[in-house]
């Protein structure tokens, strides 16, 4: 096995693990227009594979344009920086977690849809400490100073 065998094979194998991975995945070209898109990747953005292939990514989302997924995207694309997001996307009635990072490929951005946990921490009251404050003592208790 010669060494262009080697890396087709690691290639394919790679391709293999992403396709089969549960995050969802995508990676934009240069010109904004899906390269890849992953199964679970489309299923959470309620597409398929084929829909979205080749497609631009502002036209296919436009109501992302001027939000933060897109400010994410541009910074990423702009700095050579992996960052990373969280933000509500109305059309899909989601929150995501989106992380992006830049390679030969293209940016590649994979997310979560975390919308459970905001609603779970939304519904559980803060806890918050203020430094220098004790805590709360039950009635009755003392307090040794």
Known sequence: ???DDTALMRGDLLLEAVEGMDRPLFVLDENWLFAY???????VLHRTVGDLLGRD???EFPEAVGGPFEQLYRAVRRSGRADSTEAWFEPLQKWFRADAFLTGAGLVVSYDDVTARRRADDACPPRV???GQRPAQPAGATVPV
């Open 129 to 131: 400490v203020v430094r």
């Open 57 to 59: 990514i502002w036209v």
């Open 37 to 43: 898109v992953n199964p679970a990747g489309a299923r």
């Open 1 to 3: 096995m010669g060494r």
